[in-house]
């Protein structure tokens, strides 16, 4: 058995495939979170708020190794929130790894703290945040991604890498597809922006547990990744999303049958969306 190591934030929609993932990899999980999503034998369970250092204590003490994917979601307009989770939350969840011990955090980041508005294409670790961030998410992400990047540069924190998904989805989604689904369904998808072209990036969230884990499983003294970031993209038309998935899946016999099935479900609502709206 691996670990233990501890989820923050694994009763939520990636925390628990993150969750799923390492208990396929013989890791020892706990999950800290505001409650319990799920029932799990193997899985030990610490109910508290990631601002209140004695509670993550109790889960994070013994624990060599800690995921952070913690925060609201992306559409709360709560300015407080945002900051209160993503930096107040994350500092404590820095000063409870120093004093337990922790050797590794992985924080789970988003693409978002590059984007001001304007298309990026062919994007690397290299492109500067935004000075003008589009929204107190991204403009919180950012903040939080510089404390922990910077805590791993520290001789008493825990060595870090900052992982950047941008649009997960898969099973249990409960924000993409439900959005674009109600979108449709309230006359709000009728309207093409620009020349029809446009891309965007989705993530599976199983590749996006891997990378959590495959990140974790390299960060070490002298790991090119420590204090680092890497970007979980794939740039796609919605329109061509099927033909392009299909050939991902012949040239490679590992690729998950439920990236093609997840598209046809979302695109199908989306067309019976639109028949029912046109029709």
């Known amino acids: 058995m691996k670990g233990p190591c501890v989820v923050i934030g694994g009763s939520g929609f990636l925390g628990h495939h993150l969750v799923e993932g390492l208990l396929l990899r013989d890791y020892v999980v706990r999950v800290f979170d505001l409650r319990q999503s799920f029932h799990d034998d193997r899985v030990t369970f610490f109910l508290g708020d990631l601002c209140e250092k004695q509670a993550l204590i109790a ?3 013994g624990a060599t190794l800690v995921f952070h994917c913690a925060s609201p ?3 709360s307009n709560d300015r407080n929130l945002f900051y209160r989770v993503n930096l107040l939350g994350t500092r404590t ?3 409870a790894c120093r004093e337990c011990g922790v050797q590794n955090l992985v924080l789970t980041s988003s693409a978002s703290v590059i984007y001001e508005g304007k298309d990026i294409r062919n994007a690397s670790e290299d492109v500067p945040y935004a000075r003008t961030p589009m929204d107190y998410y991204t403009e919180t992400k950012i903040l939080q991604e510089k404390e922990v990047l910077h805590a791993g540069s520290s001789k008493d924190g825990p060595l870090t890498v900052a992982i ?3 649009g997960i989805f898969g099973p249990r989604d409960p924000q993409l597809v ?4 109600r979108a449709a369904q309230k006359g709000q998808m009728k309207f093409i922006i620009g020349d029809g072209k446009n891309v965007v990036d989705f993530t599976y969230v199983d590749n996006v547990v891997l990378g959590h884990i495959l990140a974790a499983e390299t960060l070490e003294e002298g790991s090119p990744i420590c204090g680092k970031i890497d970007m979980m993209i794939h740039w796609c038309q919605l329109h061509a999303m099927i033909p392009a998935v299909t050939a991902s899946h012949r040239a490679s ?13 979302m695109l199908n609502a989306l067309t019976r969306c639109f028949d029912n709206l046109n029709g």
């Open 253 to 265: 016999d590992s690729f998950n049958n439920q990236i093609i099935c997840l598209f046809l479900v």
């Open 73 to 75: 979601p992306p559409s």
């Open 93 to 95: 969840v820095l000063q």
């Open 164 to 166: 950047r998904p941008h």
């Open 178 to 181: 439900p959005v674009l689904v």
């Open 59 to 61: 889960a994070l003490t």
